[in-house]
């Protein structure tokens, strides 16, 4: 059998390499959205920000000043501002991710790799999208992206239970609806705290990040998420 991934550099030997597509095949990733496959940082999180802190002030009636200690608070607590909206303020959750979801021209924001639609359709496994972001926005992402039918299922936060992760639950309810196996699973994220989570339940790790340090529960650090194939080796 021909290797997928003829550009592997990896140190496993060339024989064991050949099995690298068979090895997957019945295994999934979990792949993160914003920050693991497009890069939100460059326009759409200097937006979501503004938005955030708008709302806050706008429905609790507060200062920017305390709405930034609120946020900080929730992200730390929670690993989300929208849990703490919800636990602290009894927000809408789905009012909230929609007014703060919202962008004018989407598509002229969203900045993604070359080479990342190739890399997703050679590489072996189910693919899963599980991201806090909201339903309407990671479709839109996805369908900018051109990458939308390379994942057999899309968790967006509403399709667990507005449950973020870190958090277990959120995590619990995505592998019980896909029937899977957290030790068949690997998680592809840019948050290290979610993959803290994964990493606890069993799951393979791979961390997108240019950081010079590597966490004991990251398996693989990659700098772009295009560079994936290069790395099976190692999960
Ligand atoms: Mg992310």
Redesign the pocket.
């Known amino acids: 059998m021909k290797s997928p991934f003829p550009e592997d550099t990896g140190s496993s030997p060339a024989s064991s390499r050949k099995l690298d597509g068979s090895r997957f095949e019945h295994r999934t990733w979990l792949f993160?959205?914003?920050?693991?496959l497009h890069n939100a940082s460059a326009h759409i999180f200097p937006q979501i920000h503004v938005s955030m802190m708008a709302y806050i002030c706008r429905h609790l009636n507060v200062d920017e000043a305390e709405a930034t200690r609120l946020r900080q608070t929730y992200w730390k607590r929670y690993g989300a501002t929208l849990l703490g909206m919800m636990r602290h303020h009894g927000t809408d959750p789905r009012h909230f991710l929609q007014q703060t979801h919202a962008f004018d021209d989407l598509a002229s924001m969203v900045v993604s790799e070359r080479g990342l639609k190739q890399m997703l359709r050679r590489l072996p496994g189910r693919k899963v999208i599980f991201s806090n972001a909201p339903q309407q926005y990671t479709e839109a992402v996805l369908a900018l992206t051109g990458i939308r039918r390379d994942f057999a299922a899309v968790y967006p936060v509403e399709r667990f239970r507005f449950q973020p992760k870190p958090a277990t639950a959120g995590f619990l309810h995505l592998l019980h609806k896909e029937r899977l196996d957290p030790h068949r699973c690997i998680m592809v994220?840019?948050?290290l705290p979610n993959l803290k989570t994964a990493k606890r339940l069993g799951m393979k790790t791979v961390w997108v990040s240019t950081s010079s340090r590597q966490p004991s529960y990251v398996d693989v650090k990659l700098a772009s998420v295009v560079d994936l194939p290069k790395r099976l080796g190692r999960l």
Not at 32 to 36: A, C, E, P, S, V
């Open positions: 993160d959205l914003d920050n693991t994220e840019d948050s």
